[in-house]
């Protein structure tokens, strides 16, 4: 192959430059924007400035960082882990569908906001609400694709395994869940932000530690900066949980992943 025609860089890296690019740009257009119009701190902070009460208050916000990474961390593997039994409950019985199925829908379309008072009655504030928020609000993603995964298992591939003295449990271990891992992990993408929103939103409410709460108080002293900061630490670990996800995806499920990856190549 002539060595003139090969590309300098790959599809793939281009495709990464042109995301860190694209990022850069957004920032350095907000700052001149900013520079431009003189809006105040109060209204939008410029990202130099954000970035300078990181560097500052990172000593403080840190401890309240990994509180917040705890709390989602810990609620999120066990949504997703009750997400799991019950998606897999829902999607081998068509009775625990029609039973359970209106239950979650029933329950997911509460506001998480409404139940995290009752978690405070119950476990008083602190981190178990928390935890609980975050966790009742990244169930009902992981159940609806893992049921959803189960129920397109091909009905002639379970009837040929059976044929050959396969149980019920066998096609369900060795077909049913690698075929739904698919959409397990396109849960878990949604699963993650959504334990986020219900870590900050219980620690706004009822704890005394977290980045929501230090929002909540720098919004109450007009600290706008620090509000944009804490802002910035959620982006960065949501980003940091989604490619973790991400990564485990495609360890597990590159079969799945094969015709995307040349399409985009």
């Given at each position: 192959m002539n060595e003139e025609n090969t590309p300098l860089l790959s599809p793939k890296a281009k495709r990464r430059i042109l995301s860190v690019l694209a990022l850069a740009g957004f920032f350095l257009l907000w700052e001149a924007v900013c520079l431009a119009t003189g809006v105040s701190d109060l209204v939008l902070p410029r990202p130099s400035q954000i970035a300078g009460v990181l560097v500052e208050k990172m000593p403080l916000l840190w401890p309240h960082t990994v509180q917040t990474l705890y709390t989602t961390v810990t609620g999120f593997v066990l949504g997703v882990l009750v997400g799991i039994v019950?998606?897999?409950?829902?999607?081998?019985?068509?009775l625990a569908y029609d039973?359970?199925?209106?239950?979650?829908?029933?329950?997911?379309?509460?506001?998480?906001?409404?139940?995290?008072?009752?978690?405070?009655?119950?476990?008083?504030?602190?981190?178990?609400?928390?935890?609980?928020?975050?966790?009742?609000?990244?169930?009902?993603?992981?159940?609806?694709?893992?049921?959803?995964?189960?129920?397109?298992?091909?009905?002639?591939?379970?009837?040929?395994?059976?044929?050959?003295?396969?149980?019920?449990?066998?096609?369900?271990?060795?077909?049913?869940l690698p075929r739904a891992l698919p959409y397990l992990f396109a849960s878990l993408k949604i699963a993650i932000t959504l334990s986020f929103v219900g870590t900050v939103l219980s620690e706004t409410v009822a704890a005394n530690k977290g980045i929501g709460n230090v929002m909540m108080i720098a919004s109450g002293n007009f600290d706008v900066p620090l509000v944009f900061a804490g802002l910035f630490i959620l982006a960065v670990l949501g980003v940091a949980l989604y490619a973790i996800s991400a990564l485990v995806e495609v360890r597990l499920t590159g079969w799945a992943q094969r015709k995307n990856d040349m399409a985009m190549a």
């Open positions: 019950v998606g897999v409950i829902i999607g081998s019985s068509r039973v359970a199925y209106p239950l979650l829908v029933g329950f997911s379309s509460i506001p998480k906001v409404a139940v995290v008072p009752i978690f405070v009655v119950w476990f008083g504030a602190g981190t178990m609400p928390a935890i609980l928020t975050s966790l009742v609000i990244s169930i009902f993603p992981v159940v609806v694709n893992v049921a959803t995964g189960l129920a397109n298992t091909e009905p002639e591939l379970e009837d040929v395994l059976k044929v050959l003295g396969a149980s019920k449990g066998d096609v369900l271990w060795n077909v049913g």
